[in-house]
């Protein structure tokens, strides 16, 4: 008698039907499957029977079981399920969400991985070819993925329920390791990267390992050009905070913007570009010793040039800027009092919120600058303050405990470059004294959240020097 394997997948593509071939005419395995899948295989030269033809006449009870049947009949099931995310992306009806789930297939899929011992299990195209003349560990392992594979699916589809109920209280993560970093943020600590439900997409184009804290900074540096996609902007990173953030006529003109707000921080750091990287901007990179760049994409005599920088870790990010932010969900802190969750910061200025509340108004200019000071504060430490003029941050100063000691730091950092510029705060101004510091610096503007109670006294001194001052009503704090 031959061997029999069952095959369902969402998606039919032509590596099925060759490997459905494969089983059949190489190792004489007779082929069953179902609906689209059946109709797939057939269509595509593979002799394929269906498996309601196996099936007892009465279906299946306590004298045949779904387990005994797949233990007795099925020699291997290959099963590939839709989705969740794409099942609930078509409908906001739950009952039509839960007509779509696949659960004769679950079942079969269970069933066989419980008894892995007489069924080998398949649930990813990866181990088609691995999956034949198995030894008894090669089964557990194929088991062990199985029932993982079946632990995600029904914790996401007992989370989209939750959903359409509008329930939270329970919250589910289940994530498949990609691979072993070769440590953490220090070399005694061991670390792993795991695959996350959404992931944006990259290529290493020099064969480097990224490590632990090289994917944090990517992480920052990749969300600030993100910020200025359609435009030329370059952003640098280090210690995963933002470092020197410009735009420019050129990406060579915003690189070294960028770089001239803090020059030493571009030893060991992280770059990111929102568009091609060329000849002229590799050519500075390599002589620095910069850690890692990341772009869309890179120009031949680019690429060909940073590959002889044995130090350097090219990063090309695939995915598009302008849809980087749908990528960027939630954020996790695993603490010993529980775990945090909240939404990533997607603040946008609102322009209901936006306003000029001072008696002197602000030119185009500075409101420009001012937008662009407020979307890189957003990234940085938080007490932070940022002091920015044509596009180009001279000082951003984060971490700090004290929101005036934060502005004058900055102040005596930007030295003369503030003059005339913008100075941005990611919380709310409290009191006279930032503003003392801001009009001894020349500053021309001040953004900040607004809504302290010493709005008034803090806008009133600003319009003693001439001071524009813009609220936006958002706070934009980061721990």
Request: charged share 25%; glycine share 4%; aromatic share 10%.
């Amino acid at each position: 008698m031959k061997n029999k394997v069952y095959i369902s997948v969402f998606e039919n593509e032509q590596r099925i039907a060759d490997y459905a071939k494969v089983l059949s005419e190489k190792f004489d395995y007779e082929i069953v499957s179902s609906g689209v899948t059946l109709e797939f295989l057939n269509k595509n030269g593979v002799n394929a029977s269906n498996i309601d033809e196996l099936i007892p006449a009465d279906g299946f009870s306590k004298k045949t079981s779904i387990e005994d049947f797949v233990r007795d009949r099925l020699d291997m099931v290959i099963v590939m399920l839709q989705p969740v995310g794409d099942i609930a992306e078509k409908t906001d009806d739950i009952r039509q969400f839960t007509e779509a789930l696949n659960i004769a297939d679950f079942s079969i899929l269970r069933a066989g991985a419980k008894y892995f011992e007489n069924t080998i299990v398949v649930t990813d195209i990866k181990d088609f070819y691995g999956s034949i003349n198995v030894n008894s560990y090669d089964r557990q392992m194929l088991a062990l993925k199985a029932f993982q594979y079946l632990s995600d699916y029904d914790g996401a589809v007992s989370e989209k329920i939750g959903v359409y109920s509008g329930e939270d209280e329970r919250k589910l993560f289940s994530w498949s390791k990609l691979y072993d970093l070769k440590y953490g943020s220090n070399p005694h600590q061991k670390a792993s990267l795991y695959k996350s439900d959404v992931m944006a997409d990259y290529i290493i184009l020099n064969e480097k390992e990224l490590s632990h804290n090289d994917i944090l900074n990517i992480t920052t540096a990749a969300s600030l050009v993100s910020e200025f996609y359609d435009v030329n902007a370059a952003a640098i990173v280090k210690h995963n905070l933002p470092c020197g953030v410009a735009l420019g006529r050129s990406i060579f003109e915003a690189y070294t913007k960028a770089f001239d707000c803090d020059p030493f921080a571009t030893f060991s750091g992280t770059i990111a570009f929102s568009q091609t990287v060329n000849f002229e901007v590799a050519k500075h990179l390599n002589s620095m010793s910069v850690k890692v760049v990341v772009a869309p994409y890179y120009d031949d005599d680019a690429l060909e040039l940073l590959r002889k920088n044995e130090e350097l870790k090219i990063v090309r990010i695939t995915t598009s800027l302008k849809d980087y932010k749908h990528y960027v969900t939630e954020e996790i802190t695993v603490t010993p009092f529980g775990t945090l969750v909240q939404e990533a910061n997607k603040s946008e200025l609102d322009k209901d919120l936006f306003k000029v509340v001072t008696k002197t108004k602000p030119t185009t200019e500075q409101l420009e600058d001012a937008i662009f000071a407020w979307k890189v504060a957003k990234y940085a430490r938080t007490n932070s303050v940022l002091i920015a003029k044509d596009f180009k941050t001279s000082a951003i100063i984060q971490g700090q405990t004290n929101l005036v000691s934060a502005a004058e730091l900055a102040l005596d950092v930007a030295c003369e470059n503030s003059k005339d510029a913008v100075m941005a705060f990611d919380e709310a101004v409290e009191n006279e004294d930032c503003i003392n510091a801001a009009a001894q610096g020349r500053i021309s503007l001040i953004i900040e959240p607004g809504g302290s109670v010493n709005d008034e006294e803090v806008f009133q001194a600003a319009d003693r020097f001439g001071i524009v001052v813009v609220v936006t009503g958002i706070r934009n704090l980061k721990f």
